[in-house]
């Protein structure tokens, strides 16, 4: 289709997926080139990177490395404020992760098609994010090697079980449990591309190490019909379990009976927050990667406006919840509540209020506009802006809630030590590590998905159709 | 090359090149291979297979495949992570180790909601995988379709149908002219390297 034609039709035609109609083969060689360049070729800009993650991680294990040696003492928290940084950055991480399944999981269930250049990417994000979260419940016990038994269900020399009444212990569950499903939902989805990898490897090592993990697939339409039912029970799972997860991250706080905490937006509330800093970062690392990599014909503007989109709905989700919870602390007639709110926007860390909001509600909104919605450079900073805002969000939460407690004689300040930003920058270490291993030696957008919504895909027609169908695929 | 030629020369390399696997034939796009899919199958073979980057819509009514029983296994794995769940919370806090604590209800069954819904999800899961390799038979690091040297590009942009020698009706002269018919191309007989 020329210019001329294309522009005159835009109105009746949805923009396609996919620019320039590119033939199946080229789809596999874009996607495959960063993961099968050879190792004098590597990038300069990913080496780069790798170091600054690797100095990073670094950092972690070193502060981790004095956490053991000294104690959990050398972080700031301390009565009134004994939860603070680690369970902020827990669940800041875990928010995160919730981007990936949204995308994998009910995206795929409402059949938006414009996910499959982006749920790869987005998949090993929510891994790398859960790994991250992982490591604060973890280290903050102390002693790890000791938690196995107050974590889980194992029988120890108290001859004692956890008590399934807390919500702490349900953390537990949902947690691993998302770990585990999004690992295993990531993996199916890798098989049929790692195959793909297998057949291309020009060495024996390489041919090996993916023919591994690619166990042997071929393509048989026996196996992609089990399959496809697989991928779908996945995502019929994995629904309901993401909106679960950072609910029972929420229940921790909301079971209590702390002023600022003890609320039954809780659930929803945290829920629509995770989505939105989820997509702020896959933002964020998208914009870089499909410019670093040329991959912008497969992940065209109009998936990027998507996710603005779904930004700009979750960003006036979580400000309508800051709104409402404002309200029912003067409506409710508790006078506790009611100070815990005006103490979090005007007390001593109104300037950690202020910077959500102004990150959360205000700029997000700027994506009502098109052009700011169409725009590469507006959609990074706001993506990054989401992110910080998202951070302030868990911190207001957490600490404003904690530090004036209800007899003034107990009020306190928290500041964080060196060590607490030094574990909280270390994660972000232990992500851009694995984050970048991952760019460089797997396929960064999910292949065969991807073809499978291409035009040539349609087996009702024959080559060369120039829009995508956005219509029912009826099976006969 | 005439059919009959081949023929002998397959016959020839039987004893060192091991048993015919079956014939393998390309086709350009997922439309053409969904129409010579149901011509393979009017000519009367069962034993057939299509190899393609991608799932291929329509392809299992054009194969006339079963719908899979996978979801039924899950539901069984679900149903055991239900009940194990509550069983574990029930016998560990309100029969093995009862201890009170915020004045709760030793057998608090309300609060075992959450953990009973994870574990469900999990066993699901893991069923729905292992379930999934169970029935493809995977991992397989061996099979005779890899020996054929075009076989690598069905992860790319190839589409091929084949038609095992394990079929009642096999018979490798008709296989060939069946998939010539249908509009395939590289038509090859494939052996098995293994015993």
């Known amino acids: 289709m020329s210019a001329d034609s294309r522009a005159g039709s835009a109105i009746l035609e949805p923009e396609p997926l996919l620019e320039n109609n590119p033939s199946l083969h080229s789809i596999t060689e874009a996607i495959c080139a960063p993961a099968e360049l050879p190792v004098e070729k590597t990038p300069i800009g990913w080496i780069i990177s790798f170091m600054l993650a690797l100095g990073l991680l670094g950092v972690f294990g070193l502060s981790v490395g004095m956490l053991l040696y000294k104690g959990i003492g050398i972080w700031g928290n301390n009565q009134p404020v004994g939860w603070a940084w680690d369970i902020t950055n827990f669940v800041w991480w875990i928010g995160i992760g919730h981007a990936g399944t949204l995308i994998s999981a009910i995206l795929f269930l409402f059949k938006q098609k414009w996910r499959t250049s982006i749920n790869r990417f987005a998949e090993a994000m929510t891994i790398f994010a859960v790994v991250c979260a992982l490591q604060f419940p973890i280290i903050h016990t102390g002693r790890p ?11 120890n020399q108290m001859s004692m079980w956890p008590n399934f009444r807390s919500p702490l212990m349900w953390d537990v569950f949902a947690v691993s449990t998302y770990g585990l499903v999004s690992l295993l939902f990531w993996y199916v989805g890798l098989i049929p591309d790692l195959a793909t990898l297998r057949d291309r490897a020009k060495g024996k090592v390489r041919q090996v190490l993916y023919g591994v993990f690619a166990m042997g697939w071929r393509g048989s339409n026996r196996h992609w019909q089990h399959y496809e039912k697989a991928y779908l029970i996945l995502a019929g799972l994995s629904t309901p379990l993401v909106l679960s997860v950072h609910s029972v991250v929420s229940f921790d706080f909301a079971t209590s009976v702390l ?12 829920v629509a927050g995770a989505v939105f800093s989820g997509f702020g970062l896959v933002m964020t690392l998208m914009v870089l990667a499909r410019e670093f990599y040329g991959l912008k014909h497969l992940v065209t503007l109009r998936v990027l406006e998507n996710m603005n989109k779904i930004m700009l709905v979750t960003g006036t989700m979580v400000g309508y919840a800051y709104g409402m919870e404002f309200f029912i602390a003067y409506y409710g007639g508790n006078p506790y509540e009611l100070f815990t709110f005006k103490n979090r926007a005007f007390g001593p860390y109104w300037w950690a209020y202020w910077s959500m909001l102004t990150c959360n509600v205000i700029s997000p909104q700027l994506f009502w506009f098109r052009a700011i919605r169409r725009s590469v450079p507006a959609m990074f900073v706001i993506s990054i802006f989401v992110n910080i805002g998202m951070w302030f969000e868990r911190f207001v939460i957490i600490v404003t809630s904690l530090h004036r407690d209800f007899t003034p004689s107990a009020w306190g300040y928290f500041r ?10 270390g994660t972000m270490g232990l992500f851009f590590t694995l984050f970048l291993l991952f760019l460089r030696f797997l396929p960064m957008i999910a292949i065969s998905e ?12 024959k080559h060369g159709h120039d829009h995508d169908h956005e219509h029912e695929k009826e099976s006969h | ?54 799932p291929i819509h329509g392809m299992d009514a054009a194969m006339g495949l ?3 029983i996978l979801p039924f296994m899950v539901l069984a794995g679900g149903l055991t992570g239900t009940v194990s769940a509550f069983a574990l919370q029930w016998w560990m806090n309100a029969f093995d180790y009862p201890f009170r604590i915020a004045g709760k209800a030793y057998f608090s069954y309300q609060a075992y909601v959450p953990i009973c819904f994870e574990l469900t999800v999990l066993l699901s899961a893991f069923t729905t995988v292992f379930g999934l390799f169970a029935l493809c038979r995977l991992p397989r690091p061996y099979h005779a379709l890899f020996t054929h040297p075009r076989f690598a590009r069905i992860t790319d942009d190839a589409f091929m149908i084949s038609i095992e020698a394990s079929d009642p009706s096999w018979d490798e002269a008709k296989a060939r002219e069946v998939l010539a018919k249908a509009g395939g191309k590289e038509i090859t007989l494939i052996r098995d390297l293994e015993p």
Not at chain 1, 259 to 270: C, E, N, R, S
Not at chain 1, 418 to 424: A, E, Q
Not at chain 2, 27 to 35: C, G, Q, V
């Open chain 1, 145 to 155: 090697w000791l938690a196995v038994y107050w974590l889980l269900p194992l029988p």
């Open chain 1, 259 to 270: 002023p600022g905490w003890h609320a039954t937006i809780f659930p929803p509330y945290f």
């Open chain 1, 416 to 425: 964080p030590t060196l060590f607490d930003i030094g574990t909280y920058a």
């Open chain 1, 450 to 461: 991807i073809k499978g919504v291409s035009p040539y895909a349609d087996p009702h027609g």
């Open chain 2, 1 to 54: 090359m005439s059919a009959v030629t081949h023929a002998r020369s397959d016959a020839a390399d039987h004893a060192v090149e091991g048993r015919v696997f079956g014939m393998v034939g390309e086709f350009d796009t997922p439309h053409d291979i969904l129409e010579a899919v149901k011509a393979v199958r009017a000519a009367g073979f069962t034993c057939i297979d299509t190899h393609t980057p991608f």
């Open chain 2, 66 to 68: 079963r719908p899979s």
